[in-house]
T-cell receptor, first 116, second 112 residues
């Protein structure tokens, strides 16, 4: 089956640095991608999403980049703060005519640790 | 506060017993989902429902059952047929197919 994976399982940064979390996907039909943040003992929290007709989308302190040529997704966090420490998941949806919406395929996650 | 509410947060059961996990939402979401998360892994889809009285199997439905009698509620039953039931279970909802999933805070089930 299709899968979404992450290059780096852990990332440690200093407070104030920028963080980049990477994700590779294998389903070329995927047209919707999402980044989630999960803190210990909690459910994933939506951060930002992007559709395949875009290559960049910005939110508050976060930017998602999509490179469809190499099937690569990244999440950039500016001025990383200790509160950003969590597990970050990328997920993709092939979105085939709405029959699979919400049926996200998740990567394994990257642990981000921000040191004060 | 609107949201996806899962209860209880922790659940313990003996092997061979069925157990039902609650998921309630007041977001008026049409679609609801159950995912399972194991340590160090991503989420895997168990069941989903796009409308009341209708639901479909996800990738790992064996040993689980669901019902969707009301829009607000999507309970998951972990049956004794599920070989490895100990996991973190997450319920989610989506307004429509163009919207991201919103998750509850999960139920950690331990079966001994």
């Amino acid at each position: 089956g299709e899968s979404v994976g992450l290059h780096l399982p852990t990332l440690s940064v200093q407070e104030g640095d920028n963080s980049i979390i990477n994700c590779a996907y294998s389903n070329s039909a995927s047209d919707y991608f999402i980044w989630y943040k999960q803190e210990s003992g909690k459910g994933p929290q939506f951060i930002i999403d992007i559709r395949s007709n875009m290559d960049k989308r910005q939110g508050q302190r976060v930017t998602v980049l999509l490179n469809k040529t190499v099937k690569h997704l990244s999440l950039q966090i500016a001025a990383t703060q200790p509160g950003d420490s969590a597990v970050y998941f990328c997920a993709e949806n092939s979105g085939a005519g709405g029959t699979s919406y919400g049926k996200l395929t998740f990567g394994q996650g990257t642990i981000l640790t921000v040191h004060p | 506060d609107g949201g996806i509410t899962q209860s209880p947060k922790y659940l313990f059961r003996k092997e061979g017993q069925n157990v039902t996990l609650s998921c309630e939402q007041n977001l008026n979401h049409d679609a609801m989902y159950w995912y399972r998360q194991d340590p160090g892994q991503g989420l895997r889809l168990i069941y989903y429902s796009q409308i009341v009285n209708d639901f479909q199997k996800g990738d790992i439905a064996e040993g689980y059952s669901v019902s969707r009698e009301k829009k607000e509620s999507f309970p998951l039953t972990v049956t004794s047929a599920q070989k490895n039931p100990t996991a973190f279970y997450l319920c989610a909802g989506a307004r429509d197919h163009n919207s991201p999933l919103h998750f509850g805070n999960g139920t950690r089930l331990t079966v001994t």
